[in-house]
């Protein structure tokens, strides 16, 4: 199993430029996550999705999309980056239900935007 | 208003000594869950452990151990003999009940700031 998958692993963007970071798990989670970490801030959650075609906003989510096609993966869109969008993007997921629900996570993109 | 707190920026440790992380939490569910992760100077989150608000018991998992006080709404993490492997941050994150329409539950999580832990030879 490979996990967790994210790519790029760094992005530099101009302002108003817009890309899509790519997220692909292979345990067969219902549930996926995308997170942004900041300096002094922990991990913030941006949009979820708890199955294919189902998706909700998090905490931050201003800015990004997502779509869940299929299982296996979940891409964040950024729509017209921004400075403010410089981060350490994390994706996660893990089975819904059940106890414990531990997250799984990405090795994070890291998106500069200038 | 913070649903997870850890009021320890920075924390120093001597080599084979023991140190507590502290982390203190708000929710008005009964069912939730804490965990602790890791996050070495490479940038991966790494799981450490988990504690269910049902749990008699304070989890452990090798040099790492829960001290959970469900009063008082804490979740300290306790790590026993330290190592300079252990340098890191470390974040505390909740998970409250959730479920969508369907009924089915999953784990969005809300983190701490973090503590950066530094263990010195």
């Known amino acids: 199993n490979a996990g967790v998958t994210q790519t790029p692993k760094f992005q530099v963007l101009k302002t108003g430029q817009s890309m899509t970071l790519q997220c692909a798990q292979d345990?067969?989670?219902?549930?996926m996550s995308w997170y942004r970490q900041d300096p002094g801030m922990g991990l913030r959650l941006i949009h979820y999705?708890?199955?294919?075609?189902?998706?909700d906003q998090g905490e931050v989510p201003n800015g990004y999309n997502v779509s869940r096609s299929t299982t296996e993966d979940f891409p964040l869109r950024l729509l017209s980056a921004a400075p403010s969008q410089t981060s350490v993007y994390f994706c996660?997921?893990?089975?819904?239900?059940?106890?414990?629900?531990?997250?799984?996570f990405g090795p994070g993109t890291r998106l500069t935007v200038l | 208003a913070q649903k997870i707190t850890q009021t320890q920026p920075g924390m120093f440790v001597q080599e084979k000594e023991a140190v507590t992380l502290d982390c203190t939490y708000d929710?008005?569910?009964?069912?939730?869950?804490l965990f602790w992760y890791k996050q070495p100077s490479s940038g991966e989150m790494i799981f450490l452990i988990y504690?269910?608000?049902?749990?008699?018991q304070n989890a452990t998992e090798g040099r790492y151990s829960l001290n959970f006080q469900k009063a008082r709404k804490s979740a300290n993490l306790v790590i026993s003999a330290s190592q300079l492997g252990d340098s890191a941050m470390y974040f505390c994150a909740m998970r409250e009940r959730s479920s969508n329409a369907g009924g089915t539950s999953y784990g969005k999580l809300t983190f701490g700031q973090g503590t950066i832990l530094t263990v010195h030879p």
């Open positions: 999705s708890v199955g294919a075609g189902i998706t």
């Open positions: 996660a997921s893990s089975y819904a239900g059940g106890r414990y629900n531990e997250q799984f």
């Open positions: 929710t008005s569910d009964q069912s939730y869950g």
């Open positions: 345990m067969n989670h219902e549930y």
């Open positions: 504690q269910g608000s049902y749990d008699e």
